[in-house]
C-alpha cells in the first residue's frame, strides 16, 4: 500500500518495494491527539443459540461452577480484559422482546420462540435480573436495547421504570419484591435495533418520528444518572459522566439514508428529545450470504476479507462526513455497536445459532478494526463486537464444561492500555501485501498514551508469510528500551480448541534498541503491543 498515515489519514504517496522493507515509525509524542474511549471494547450478548443460555446463563443447579446461575469461568475471563459494557438483549432478539416475560419466578416465567434464531426454545431463565447481575459480576455497565419493532412507548417506559427507579415507586417496588431494592444504573440505551431491516423495515423519516417518542418517554430514573441542576444557569443542567446515552439505529454498511434522515431529526429537535449515540452496523464478510469457512480457507480468501474488514475505515469517514454536517462538535458520538467477522456456520450446528470458529486471522481481523476505531476517536466512541461467546467472532467458546479463550480474546487483553488512552499521531509507510489482484497494506500501526502514562505502539502484520521490521522513533526523544506481547500463530488459519487451548497465545517480546529506536521484527500475521520506555 503506498500511504502514510497520521493518525488514521492517508498523507502522502511514496512507491515502497514490495520485498524485504524496513517501516520506519514516527511517534509525536508531543501532538497529543482525543482520547480513545474504553466503550469500544463493548461487547454484544445476544439471546441467540448458545450466546446466553450455555455461554453465560448455566442456571444454578448446574454442575458447572456458577454464582446465582451465571459461569464463573466465563465470568473471571471476562473480568480479566475490564469489558466497559454490554449490550443485550439483541440484535433482532431485542425488537421481539418483551421484559415481562424474563421477571419474577422462573418457573412461571413464558416460553417463547425465538423467531430471528432457529425457532429455538426460549424459557426466558435469562431476564432483567439476571443481565444486571452478570454485568455486575463482570464489573461492566449495561446497554440495554429496547423493544421498537414490536413493542409500545408504554412497554419500553415501564421496563426502564422497573430498571432505574427507586423504591417509593411501585416499579421500584416491584422490582425490590423480586430481588433488587437498588436501581441499576442503564449507561447505553438502545433505541430499537436495524429498524431499517428486522426491526420494521422503517424508511429513516418513520424510524426517526418513532425515536423522538421512545427517546422522550423512556426515562431514566435513576438518581445517580440525572443531569446536575446548576444554580447559576437553572436552564441548562451540569452534564453528569454517568448519564445514561440513547442510542439511535443509524446506518448499515454504505448506505447513508438512516445517518442523513436521523442526523436530520437530531439537528432540528426541539427541547423535548435528543440522543446521544448513533449507531454503525457493519460486518466483515465478502458476500451474503456468509460462506467462508472459518478454519479451512486460503490465502486467497484470508486476503479477502482483511480487505472487507478494511471497509471499516472508509464506512466511518463516510458516515462521520455526513454526522459532521448537523453535528459539526461532535457531540453525538458514532457507536459501531455491531462488528466482526460473519463466517459460515461450523459443520453440523444448528441452524440460526452462528456458530464459527475463531482463528488468527480472527485475531488480525480485530486489531485492525481497533486501530480504525482508535484513529476515529473523535467520532468513534463505542463498539460492540458482535457476538461475546459462542456467537459469529466471538472471544469464548464453550461446550458443556469446557471453555476456551479464542485469538479475539487475546487481542481484547493485550489492547488494555487503549482504555481510555490518548491516541499520537504516527507516520509510517504501510508497504504493500498482494494477494491476485488484492493490494493491502502489509503493516499497520497506532500509537498511544495510556492512562498510566506509558506510551505503546501497536503493530499489525497483515501479511501471512513475509515478516516486516519495525524501526520505530520518538521525535525528539531517544526511547530506552521497549518490550510487550505478540500475537502469532504457526498457520494463519490456526485456533485454539478445547483440547489445545493455548495453540495462538501471546508471548512475551523484547525490542532491540539503537541509537534511541526501537528495531523489532513482527511475525507474519501477527499482532504486537509494545510498552516504550522513554
Ligand atoms: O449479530 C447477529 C445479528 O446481526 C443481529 O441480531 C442483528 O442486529 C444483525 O443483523
Not at 333 to 342: A, F, K, R, S
Amino acid at each position: 500500500m503506498k500511504g502514510l498515515f497520521l493518525a488514521g489519514a492517508a498523507l502522502a504517496l511514496m512507491a515502497t518495494p514490495a520485498s524485504a522493507q524496513v517501516t520506519k515509525v514516527t511517534i509525536q509524542a508531543d501532538k497529543p491527539g482525543p482520547t480513545i474511549d474504553r466503550q469500544i471494547f463493548g461487547q454484544f450478548a445476544e439471546h441467540l443459540g448458545t450466546g446466553i443460555y450455555g455461554g453465560v446463563w448455566v442456571g444454578q443447579d448446574s454442575k458447572i461452577p456458577n454464582v446465582r446461575g451465571i459461569r464463573s469461568d466465563v465470568v473471571a475471563a471476562l473480568k480479566a480484559i475490564r469489558v466497559p459494557n454490554v449490550r443485550w438483549p439483541g440484535g433482532c432478539f431485542a425488537d421481539e422482546y418483551h421484559w415481562r416475560d424474563g421477571i419474577g419466578d422462573p418457573a412461571k416465567r413464558r416460553v417463547t420462540v425465538n423467531s430471528n434464531w432457529g425457532d429455538a426454545i426460549e424459557n426466558n431463565a435469562f431476564g432483567t435480573h439476571e443481565f444486571f447481575d452478570f454485568v455486575e459480576q463482570i464489573g461492566s455497565d449495561a446497554y440495554v436495547s429496547i423493544n421498537v419493532g414490536s413493542g409500545s412507548y408504554k412497554e419500553a417506559a415501564d421496563w426502564l421504570a422497573y430498571m432505574t427507579a427507586d423504591t417509593r415507586n411501585t416499579a421500584g417496588q416491584e422490582r425490590a419484591a423480586n430481588g433488587r431494592k437498588e436501581p441499576w444504573k442503564v449507561k447505553f440505551l438502545g433505541i430499537g435495533n436495524e429498524n431499517w431491516g428486522c426491526g420494521g423495515n422503517m424508511r429513516p423519516e418513520y424510524y426517526a418520528d418513532e425515536l423522538k417518542r421512545y427517546a422522550r418517554f423512556t426515562r431514566n430514573y435513576n438518581p445517580t444518572q440525572q443531569a446536575y441542576f446548576n444554580p447559576a444557569n437553572p436552564s441548562s443542567p451540569t452534564p453528569n459522566p454517568d448519564q445514561m446515552l440513547r442510542v439511535a439505529v443509524g446506518p448499515s454498511d454504505d448506505d447513508t439514508s438512516y445517518t442523513e434522515g436521523v442526523m436530520k431529526a437530531w439537528k432540528e429537535r426541539d427541547w423535548s428529545w435528543s440522543m446521544e449515540g448513533l449507531s454503525l452496523h457493519s460486518y466483515t464478510v465478502v458476500k451474503w450470504p456468509p460462506a467462508y469457512d472459518s478454519v479451512n480457507f486460503g490465502e486467497k480468501e484470508y486476503a479477502e476479507i482483511i480487505q472487507s474488514t478494511l471497509k471499516m475505515d472508509a464506512r466511518i469517514k463516510l458516515h462521520s462526513a455526513i454526522m459532521d454536517k448537523y453535528d459539526p462538535e461532535k457531540k453525538v458520538p458514532l457507536i459501531v455497536d455491531e462488528w466482526g467477522v460473519w463466517l459460515a456456520k461450523l459443520p453440523g450446528s444448528p441452524d440460526g445459532f452462528l456458530q464459527q470458529q475463531n482463528s488468527m486471522r480472527d485475531a488480525v481481523v480485530a486489531a485492525l478494526n481497533f486501530n480504525i476505531f482508535a484513529r476515529h476517536a473523535d467520532r468513534v466512541r463505542g463498539a460492540n463486537i458482535a457476538q461475546m461467546v459462542n456467537v459469529l467472532q466471538a472471544l469464548i467458546l464453550t461446550d458443556g464444561p469446557k471453555m476456551v479463550l479464542t485469538p479475539t480474546y487475546h487481542i481484547h487483553q493485550m489492547y488494555l492500555p487503549f482504555q481510555d488512552a490518548t491516541l499520537l499521531p504516527v507516520t509510517f509507510d504501510a508497504g504493500e501485501y498482494r494477494q491476485g489482484d488484492i493490494i493491502l497494506p502489509r503493516v499497520d500501526a497506532v500509537a498511544l498514551r495510556a492512562k498510566d502514562g506509558k506510551l505503546w505502539l501497536a503493530a499489525v502484520n497483515l501479511d501471512p508469510k513475509r515478516p516486516a521490521s519495525i524501526h520505530g522513533a520518538i521525535a525528539g526523544i531517544r526511547a530506552k528500551g521497549a518490550s510487550g506481547t505478540v500475537l502469532t500463530a504457526p498457520k494463519v488459519n490456526s485456533i485454539n480448541t478445547f483440547d489445545a487451548p493455548d495453540a495462538v497465545k501471546p508471548r512475551a517480546i523484547k525490542a532491540r534498541v539503537a541509537n534511541g529506536n526501537v528495531e523489532i521484527e513482527l511475525p507474519p500475521h501477527s499482532v504486537t503491543m509494545l510498552s516504550i520506555d522513554e
